[in-house]
């Protein structure tokens, strides 16, 4: 499959007054078309600087995607002018963000909001700047005669819905989808995924999902990247990585998800807490909270290896034949 979007060693790093904040370092991902990538990982792993990459919306200063590439369909994004991003943003590559509160505009119509982003990228009349408004409304199952009405008047499940229309609006190659049900309470979860699942179908849309939710990953992806500390810890297709997860945080994540069946007094956590960004340990960034750490991981990078075909993990712990060195702890 010929990868859409193909990342090479990105590292995007802030400046801030108490140092620099290494937030993405050396991160690869790639995503072919149709295809849904998960990409998992605890609040502050860099999920959304990654997606902020990739849409070369870093605000510089402080930030600054300090090395590597943003291959989409093999151009590099980081050589392409403003300008131009403009017209890639919408047309090619478009974000849904978690909160629907803060992104839609609350003194704009949902109507002039969705025309406005066909009016910026596309070359339509007045009147079907309306009909394709009025069609992407009822795509997301809202009637279109809401088109004049102004977001307090949604529930936060529609105004997912209706920031779900303006992503899909330029009929984009890809979407950056970064905790798109977060916000909302667990039924509308199931049903904006479910409405997400058939528009990137329909559509043939490939889509990044970023989460820290392992279970939407599953009802959705067909691959998932693990991120840690801003660097990918393992990758692998959905059935891959659920049937045998490799690196022991991914093991963690799995742990930590309360089970059904069992009757527990306390849930299972990983110890300790995700690394200060400005200051991450060396070697593997995540020793300080392995259960399996050897000396090795103290002072080297892990490799990122191909341990099982198709599934890539990052740790000592298996060797280049992929065979896990479980006596060397
Ligand atoms: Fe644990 Fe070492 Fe693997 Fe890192 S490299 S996850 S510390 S075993």
């Known amino acids: 499959m010929v990868d859409l979007l193909d990342l090479r060693n990105v ?3 802030y400046e801030t007054d108490s140092g620099t904040v290494y937030a993405v370092n050396d991160l690869n991902l790639s995503i072919g078309k149709k295809e849904t990538l998960g990409l998992v990982g605890e609040t502050g792993a860099g999920k959304t600087t990654t997606a902020l990459a990739i849409m070369q919306l870093i605000q510089d200063p402080p930030g600054k995607i300090t090395s590597g590439e943003i291959l989409l369909e093999g151009q590099d994004l980081m050589n392409v002018k403003e300008k ?14 978690q909160d629907p509160m803060t992104s839609l505009n609350p003194i704009m119509t949902v109507g002039d909001q969705i025309k ?3 009016e910026l990228h596309q070359d339509l009349s007045k009147e079907e700047t309306i009909a394709k408004a009025e069609e992407m ?11 004049n009405d102004y977001p307090h008047q949604f529930s936060g499940g529609m105004k997912q819905r209706v920031v779900i229309a303006m992503a899909l609006a330029c009929n984009p190659e890809l ?4 905790e798109p049900t977060t916000a909302l ?6 049903q904006v995924l479910e409405l997400m699942k058939e528009l990137k ?12 939710d392992l279970g939407v990953v599953a009802e959705i992806c067909d691959y998932v990247s693990v991120i840690y500390a801003g660097t990918i810890v393992e990758h692998a297709s959905v059935e891959d990585l659920y049937n045998e997860p490799l690196h022991p945080y991914t093991r963690g994540l799995f742990d930590s998800i309360p089970s059904a069946d069992e009757d527990v007094d306390k849930l ?13 340990p060396t070697g593997c960034r995540f020793h300080p909270r392995c259960k399996h750490c050897m000396e090795i991981c103290k002072y080297k990078f892990p490799e990122f290896r191909e341990a099982r075909p198709g599934h890539y993990v990052a740790c000592h712990l298996y060797n280049e034949e992929g065979v896990e060195n479980l006596d060397q702890q």
Do not use: C, W
Not at 201 to 212: A, F, G
């Open 11 to 13: 590292s995007v790093q």
């Open 84 to 97: 131009d991003m403009f017209n890639i943003r919408g047309n090619k590559i478009s974000m849904i963000f």
């Open 116 to 118: 406005e982003v066909i």
């Open 137 to 147: 409304l009822e795509l997301v199952g809202i009637q279109k005669e809401r088109l």
């Open 175 to 178: 979407i950056i989808a970064d």
């Open 185 to 190: 309470d667990v039924t509308i979860q199931a």
């Open 201 to 212: 179908d329909k559509y043939d849309t490939s889509m990044i999902l970023i989460t820290h």
């Open 268 to 280: 299972k956590v990983i110890p300790g807490t995700t690394p200060d960004p400005s200051d991450l």
